[in-house]
Protein backbone atom coordinates (compact mmCIF):
# COMPACT_ATOMS: atom_id res chain seq x y z
CA UNK A 1 0.00 0.00 0.00
CA UNK A 2 1.56 3.42 -1.25
CA UNK A 3 1.29 6.34 1.66
CA UNK A 4 0.82 10.38 1.51
CA UNK A 5 3.79 11.64 -0.01
CA UNK A 6 4.43 9.02 -2.93
CA UNK A 7 5.13 9.30 -5.70
CA UNK A 8 4.00 6.47 -8.37
CA UNK A 9 3.04 6.45 -11.82
CA UNK A 10 -0.48 6.30 -12.99
CA UNK A 11 -0.94 4.45 -16.55
CA UNK A 12 -2.71 6.99 -18.30
CA UNK A 13 -1.60 10.44 -16.54
CA UNK A 14 2.05 9.26 -15.18
CA UNK A 15 4.33 10.66 -12.47
CA UNK A 16 1.46 11.69 -9.95
CA UNK A 17 1.97 12.74 -6.22
CA UNK A 18 -0.60 10.82 -3.61
CA UNK A 19 -1.57 13.37 -1.34
CA UNK A 20 -4.54 12.39 0.55
CA UNK A 21 -5.66 8.49 1.56
CA UNK A 22 -9.25 9.33 2.57
CA UNK A 23 -12.86 8.25 1.36
CA UNK A 24 -14.65 10.04 -1.15
CA UNK A 25 -16.91 13.13 0.11
CA UNK A 26 -19.80 11.88 -2.37
CA UNK A 27 -23.05 11.81 -1.62
CA UNK A 28 -24.60 8.01 -2.19
CA UNK A 29 -21.02 6.49 -2.18
CA UNK A 30 -19.56 3.86 -0.57
CA UNK A 31 -17.87 6.01 2.37
CA UNK A 32 -15.99 3.73 3.93
CA UNK A 33 -13.57 2.49 1.01
CA UNK A 34 -10.61 4.49 0.77
CA UNK A 35 -9.30 6.24 -2.51
CA UNK A 36 -5.77 7.70 -3.48
CA UNK A 37 -6.36 11.39 -4.10
CA UNK A 38 -3.68 11.73 -7.08
CA UNK A 39 -2.22 15.03 -8.64
CA UNK A 40 -0.70 14.45 -11.82
CA UNK A 41 3.15 16.21 -11.69
CA UNK A 42 2.23 17.25 -15.45
CA UNK A 43 -1.21 18.74 -14.81
CA UNK A 44 -1.60 19.95 -11.33
CA UNK A 45 -5.11 20.99 -11.52
CA UNK A 46 -5.85 18.06 -12.28
CA UNK A 47 -6.58 15.01 -9.40
CA UNK A 48 -7.43 11.71 -10.10
CA UNK A 49 -9.00 9.42 -7.70
CA UNK A 50 -7.70 5.70 -7.39
CA UNK A 51 -9.61 2.79 -5.22
CA UNK A 52 -7.28 1.25 -2.80
CA UNK A 53 -7.28 -2.17 -3.01
CA UNK A 54 -7.98 -2.73 -6.34
CA UNK A 55 -7.20 0.28 -8.30
CA UNK A 56 -3.12 -0.28 -7.41
CA UNK A 57 -3.48 -1.88 -10.79
CA UNK A 58 -3.35 1.36 -12.77
CA UNK A 59 0.15 2.13 -10.63
CA UNK A 60 3.19 1.51 -10.15
CA UNK A 61 6.36 2.68 -8.50
CA UNK A 62 8.56 5.22 -11.05
CA UNK A 63 11.51 4.05 -12.55
CA UNK A 64 14.56 4.27 -10.52
CA UNK A 65 17.77 6.23 -12.16
CA UNK A 66 19.30 3.07 -13.44
CA UNK A 67 16.28 1.88 -15.00
CA UNK A 68 15.36 5.37 -16.39
CA UNK A 69 18.60 5.37 -18.14
CA UNK A 70 18.12 1.73 -19.34
CA UNK A 71 14.77 3.04 -20.84
CA UNK A 72 16.79 5.72 -22.59
CA UNK A 73 19.36 3.88 -23.86
CA UNK A 74 16.88 0.72 -25.27
CA UNK A 75 15.63 3.48 -28.25
CA UNK A 76 18.22 2.65 -30.67
CA UNK A 77 17.08 -1.12 -30.25
CA UNK A 78 13.44 -0.82 -29.93
CA UNK A 79 11.45 -2.64 -32.62
CA UNK A 80 8.54 -0.52 -33.52
CA UNK A 81 5.00 -1.19 -33.33
CA UNK A 82 4.04 -3.17 -36.30
CA UNK A 83 0.37 -3.08 -37.81
CA UNK A 84 -0.63 -4.68 -40.37
CA UNK A 85 -3.48 -2.98 -41.46
CA UNK A 86 -3.72 0.55 -40.42
CA UNK A 87 -7.33 0.92 -39.71
CA UNK A 88 -6.05 -1.13 -36.30
CA UNK A 89 -3.18 1.50 -35.60
CA UNK A 90 -5.30 2.83 -33.14
CA UNK A 91 -6.26 0.44 -31.37
CA UNK A 92 -2.37 -0.51 -31.34
CA UNK A 93 -1.35 2.50 -30.14
CA UNK A 94 -3.52 2.65 -27.15
CA UNK A 95 -3.02 -1.11 -26.09
CA UNK A 96 0.69 0.63 -26.04
CA UNK A 97 -0.20 3.10 -23.86
CA UNK A 98 -1.98 1.69 -21.10
CA UNK A 99 0.23 -0.79 -20.19
CA UNK A 100 1.87 1.05 -18.05
CA UNK A 101 5.60 0.41 -18.96
CA UNK A 102 7.94 2.56 -20.01
CA UNK A 103 10.03 0.69 -22.30
CA UNK A 104 6.72 0.22 -24.24
CA UNK A 105 5.63 4.31 -24.01
CA UNK A 106 9.40 4.73 -25.34
CA UNK A 107 8.44 2.22 -28.42
CA UNK A 108 5.18 4.18 -28.92
CA UNK A 109 7.35 7.68 -29.23
CA UNK A 110 9.72 5.69 -31.19
CA UNK A 111 7.26 4.33 -33.71
CA UNK A 112 5.19 8.00 -33.74
CA UNK A 113 8.10 9.91 -34.49
CA UNK A 114 9.61 7.42 -36.95
CA UNK A 115 5.96 7.79 -38.98
CA UNK A 116 6.03 11.35 -38.55
CA UNK A 117 9.52 11.96 -40.04
CA UNK A 118 8.80 8.98 -42.62
CA UNK A 119 5.44 11.39 -44.07
CA UNK A 120 7.17 14.67 -43.45
CA UNK A 121 10.31 13.88 -46.09
CA UNK A 122 7.45 12.95 -48.16
CA UNK A 123 6.34 16.57 -48.11
CA UNK A 124 3.12 15.04 -45.79
CA UNK A 125 1.87 15.76 -42.64
CA UNK A 126 1.48 13.74 -39.22
CA UNK A 127 -1.50 11.92 -39.02
CA UNK A 128 -3.93 13.28 -36.25
CA UNK A 129 -3.19 9.52 -34.41
CA UNK A 130 0.08 9.88 -34.46
CA UNK A 131 0.38 13.37 -33.45
CA UNK A 132 -2.18 12.46 -30.35
CA UNK A 133 -0.15 9.26 -29.38
CA UNK A 134 3.09 11.00 -29.02
CA UNK A 135 2.25 13.81 -27.41
CA UNK A 136 0.27 11.00 -24.86
CA UNK A 137 3.34 8.92 -24.82
CA UNK A 138 5.53 11.54 -24.00
CA UNK A 139 3.58 12.94 -21.73
CA UNK A 140 3.24 9.96 -19.54
CA UNK A 141 6.90 8.76 -19.24
CA UNK A 142 9.00 12.53 -20.00
CA UNK A 143 7.71 13.27 -16.58
CA UNK A 144 8.78 10.09 -14.78
CA UNK A 145 12.02 10.02 -16.89
CA UNK A 146 12.85 13.71 -15.26
CA UNK A 147 12.27 12.71 -11.69
CA UNK A 148 14.06 9.80 -11.86
CA UNK A 149 17.23 11.21 -13.36
CA UNK A 150 16.43 14.76 -11.50
CA UNK A 151 16.63 16.99 -14.15
CA UNK A 152 14.20 19.43 -15.92
CA UNK A 153 11.15 17.44 -17.59
CA UNK A 154 11.21 20.26 -20.07
CA UNK A 155 15.17 19.19 -21.13
CA UNK A 156 13.73 15.67 -21.46
CA UNK A 157 14.25 15.54 -25.53
CA UNK A 158 17.30 17.07 -25.76
CA UNK A 159 18.51 15.15 -22.81
CA UNK A 160 17.56 11.38 -24.74
CA UNK A 161 18.82 13.15 -27.90
CA UNK A 162 22.06 13.56 -26.44
CA UNK A 163 21.94 10.59 -24.66
CA UNK A 164 21.69 8.01 -27.45
CA UNK A 165 23.43 9.71 -29.80
CA UNK A 166 26.57 8.90 -27.65
Request: charged letters at 30%; proline letters at 3%.
Amino acid sequence: MYKTGDYVVHKVDGLCKITDISVLDIPDMDNTKKYYYLIPTESPASKIYVAVGTGEASLRDPLTEEEALDVIDSYPDLDEISVENEKNRQNAYSAALVQNDAKELMRLIKTTLTRKNERLKKGRTATTVDEHFLKSAEHALYGELAYALGIEGGNMVEFIKARISK
